[in-house]
């Protein structure tokens, strides 16, 4: 058997997880070469800061690199930029690429996933999705020249961006299929909390809505037709409703699927079942569940890259979310549904299950849910 110092590792995806994951094969010893393929022109950046930051600010903003070119050096990593993953063979080891055919001995997938679109509201250039920095600028054009949006989707990316559009003096309209946003991440109270904060803020919030009609022309969309029988002006029209696994890429090639998430099925170890594969990020489906969060991506890319090299950790972090609306800090640790609900102090709900604290909602409360999110991992 080839020793690490000789052995390939191919990690399919240059995001937040896929960074990590070579850092974390190096922390663990992996001392041969690494290749990082990413589709993307740019080096690998942050991508909080593309709802908040790259939207508000007066300046254009430059790339959010996660690492400077000189770390990047120094882990020795060779990325491959604007190359896209189309075909993967888990018996020869090798991925089909836009750029050729690359080899491995272990490889991390980490190709993250792609924004949900609604059928009428593709192509037409005042509708935007936001996933990307190219995304996040596109839509920072849009806003500066819109005097009314409508975004759909009232999940976190939505909010931030109604956030930064409301910061501008926007007109904005949330639309919502569900009772309230955030339904499948928080209960009723903490959900109330957080409508509280777009109503205080001007934003008209829409719930238990849908999109059912378009009127556009060659400039775009003007019209929106909601299931309600209401019709919204927009210059611009924004989609948060979600996102879907990246993993088109490895149809046939044996790397299991989950049937309700679409993530790449893989264990708390990371390792996906197929010889030498491994996955990490919003791609990764862990014991029947995905996340999308910054925390989750960083943590699941390292523990990916430390197994690859042999480590054998496991993945075991406490959920945690947070977000800025209307210059509103909020918080999300632990499991915040399904338990009953309780508010213990201004902006902070806790959330209990047998008696148990398992969660909490926090708006401006960082030290009590500081408190919560090491106890938590202390359980664990």
């Known amino acids: 058997m080839s020793s690490l110092h000789d052995r390939h590792l191919l990690v399919v995806g240059a995001g937040l997880a896929g960074l990590r994951a070579v850092e974390g094969a190096r922390q663990a010893g992996w001392s041969g070469p690494i290749t990082m393929v990413g ?62 055919e690359l080899g491995y001995d272990a490889l991390v997938i980490a190709t993250g996933s792609t924004a949900t679109t609604l059928p009428g509201l593709t192509g037409l250039p005042n509708v935007h999705v936001l996933r990307r920095y190219d995304d996040a600028l596109a839509v920072r054009d849009s806003l ?7 975004i759909v989707g009232a999940g976190f990316i939505g909010s931030e961006i109604a956030s930064s559009a409301r910061a501008r003096g926007i007109e904005v309209t949330v639309v919502e299929a569900s009772s309230r946003p955030l339904e499948r991440a928080v209960g009723p109270l903490g959900a109330a909390r957080l409508m509280q904060l777009h109503a205080d803020a001007g934003v008209r919030l829409l719930t238990r809505t849908t999109v059912s009609g378009v009127r556009s022309s060659d400039r775009g969309i003007e019209k929106i037709e909601l299931s309600t029988g209401e019709t919204l002006a927009a210059d611009a029209v924004v989609l948060g409703i979600g996102a879907r696994p990246a993993t088109a890429w490895l149809a046939g090639s044996g790397v299991a699927l989950d049937d309700r998430t679409g993530g790449v099925l893989c264990d708390r170890r990371l390792a996906t079942g197929a010889p030498g594969v491994w996955a990490a990020g919003d791609v990764a489906c862990v014991d029947g569940e995905r996340s999308e969060h910054w925390t989750a991506a960083g943590e699941q890319g390292r523990v990916a890259g430390a197994n690859a090299a042999g480590a054998g950790e496991v993945f075991a972090s406490v959920p945690f979310a947070w977000s800025t609306w209307h210059g509103r800090r909020i918080q ?32 401006d409360s960082p030290g009590p849910i500081a408190r919560l999110r090491r106890a938590l991992a202390g359980r664990r």
């Not at 740019?42 to 790259?54: I, M, T």
């Not at 993953?85 to 018996?91: C, F, R, S, V, Y």
């Not at 549904?337 to 209990?352: C, P, S, V």
């Not at 299950?353 to 398992?358: F, Y």
């Open 39 to 100: 589709d993307e022109r740019h080096p690998p950046y942050d991508r909080p800061p593309l709802s908040k930051a790259v939207l508000s600010g007066e300046e254009e903003p430059g790339v959010p690199v996660l690492r400077s070119s000189e770390v990047l050096e120094e882990l020795r990593v060779h990325h491959l930029s604007g190359v896209r993953a189309h075909g993967l063979d888990t018996e020869r080891r090798t991925v089909a690429t836009s750029a050729g």
């Open 144 to 150: 500066a020249r819109a005097r009314h949006v409508v």
């Open 332 to 363: 999300v640790v632990g499991e915040t549904t399904a338990a009953e609900e309780e508010e213990r102090e201004d902006g902070f709900i806790l959330y209990r299950r047998d008696g148990n604290e398992v969660g909490a909602v926090g708006i």
